[in-house]
């Protein structure tokens, strides 16, 4: 059996999908019921509440984990105490290149790599997904704003990272391997607008926000040490934070998903 953890998110969904498809005995945790393909056992449990944990490990070999919670060594001992033998986490790529700033994701990496488990990092750009956020402007007046304007990263579908943890969940080789997940170009927040209005047929005006009214929104949902990292990689990206990896054709053998392609996927979100 196979546990996946944010069952209903943007990756999670995907891939219980994609487990289920492919015949897999699949647990699907989360904090709020949802829908799920027809035979896919749901847990509801919270990262947060590791004692909460155990009936949904129980009997498991392999556990998808998000970057959620306080406590990954108590999470990764229920893992072990269910009797999961594999994990693979889905963490950030900052937990490489900005570590001071995300120490959240650094502390699930050490714990997954000290605990005894066969394991698999998964580091993961900014996702296409966030771009979700324009969608009540966009649907209200046709309008999407951010910082940076020009600045390009190569940020992922959400359904590649998906595919390759179905992946490395299934298949042996890839013990010990710490993977980079990006799209296959670097695109400004400028382009992902004008990609949405062509998706749309319709055209979508940008507005370049400054820093500081930026920061003042991130700050309603994220801690401050995560938006600062997130800012200093949006408008100060390192080479490393705009090169893309090869990591997804690598594992998949074949190309990422352009962000066209999910805006295209996604058209229905912001009309």
Do not use: C
């Not at 790599?113 to 750009?125: A, D, Q, V």
């Not at 391997?177 to 209005?197: K, M, N, Q």
């Not at 998706?199 to 700050?219: D, I, K, P, T, Y």
């Amino acid at each position: 059996m196979i546990v996946i953890t944010g069952a209903t998110g943007n990756v999670g969904g995907e891939l219980v999908r994609l487990l289920a498809a492919a015949g897999e005995q699949v647990t699907a945790v989360s904090r709020r019921p949802g829908p799920l393909p027809e035979g896919v056992r749901h847990a509801l449990a919270d990262l947060g509440e590791p004692g909460g944990l155990k009936t949904a490990f129980d009997g498991a070999e392999s556990l998808f984990l998000l970057v959620a919670g306080e406590d990954p060594q108590a999470v990764l001992e229920a893992a072990v105490a269910g009797g999961v033998r594999r994990v693979v986490l889905l963490s950030s790529q900052g937990a490489g290149t900005r570590p001071e700033a995300y120490a959240h994701p650094v502390a699930f990496e050490d714990a997954v790599r000290g605990s005894g488990l066969e394991w698999t990092i998964l580091r993961s750009g900014g996702l296409d997904s966030n771009a979700l956020a324009w969608a009540e402007p966009i649907r209200a007046h046709r309008t999407a704003a951010a910082p940076f304007a020009d600045v390009a990263l190569p940020s992922v579908d959400p359904a590649d990272i998906a595919e390759v943890a179905a992946v490395v969940l299934r298949e042996g080789g890839h013990e010990g391997r710490t993977y980079t997940l990006t799209g296959p170009r670097a695109v400004s927040p400028r382009e992902r607008a004008a990609a949405i209005g062509a998706a749309l047929g319709e055209e979508v005006r940008f507005v370049e926000q400054s820093r500081e009214e930026a920061r003042a929104q991130m700050l309603l949902f994220m801690p401050e040490p995560i938006v600062e990292g997130t800012l200093a990689i949006l408008g100060t990206p390192t080479a490393e934070e705009q090169q893309v990896s090869p990591d997804v054709q690598r594992i998949l053998g074949r190309a990422p998903r352009a962000f066209a392609d999910w805006a295209a996927r996604n058209a229905a979100a912001f009309r």
